[in-house]
Structure formats: C-alpha cells, structure tokens
C-alpha cells in the first residue's frame, strides 16, 4: 500500500506538521492540527497514503508520484 490518494497540503507557519485538505484550502483557513488559526503556505496538491488522509495530517511532504516510497528518515 503505497502514497496513492490525491489530497491538497499545506504547511503550518511555526509547527511541524502538514494539514491535508479534500478542496483546495486558504492561507488563512483554519489548520486543525494547531488548535488555532496560523497563516498556511506553500499550498500544493500530491500523494498521500490512506492512513494520512484519514488522520488529516501527512508524516511528510506529499508526494508528486503515485505509489512512491517515503523518503529514508536519518534520525
């Protein structure tokens, strides 16, 4: 089971966390992972695994290509 549901992202102004969003979310949208309003960027479209599309929040980036791998983590 690969990265291989379509969802919009964006990135979460001073957290470490990705939201992911079924329409194409706003700058000022609510992030939920935050539990608050943040101003978003870097709003894009790509690959997700189920998982992270149920939970709201992708583990990283989405990814450009279907059923690609998760990036090798060097912690």
Known sequence: MG???VRW????AGEL???LFENR???N????????QRKMHGIGKGYVSKEEADRGLAKS??????????????L
């Open 3 to 5: 990265r291989n549901v």
């Open 9 to 12: 992202y964006a990135f979460c």
């Open 17 to 19: 966390h990705i939201p």
């Open 25 to 27: 979310p706003n700058e």
């Open 29 to 36: 949208d609510l992030c939920y992972g935050c539990g608050g």
């Open 61 to 74: 980036e989405p990814l450009s290509n279907p059923d690609s791998k998760l990036p090798i983590s060097t």
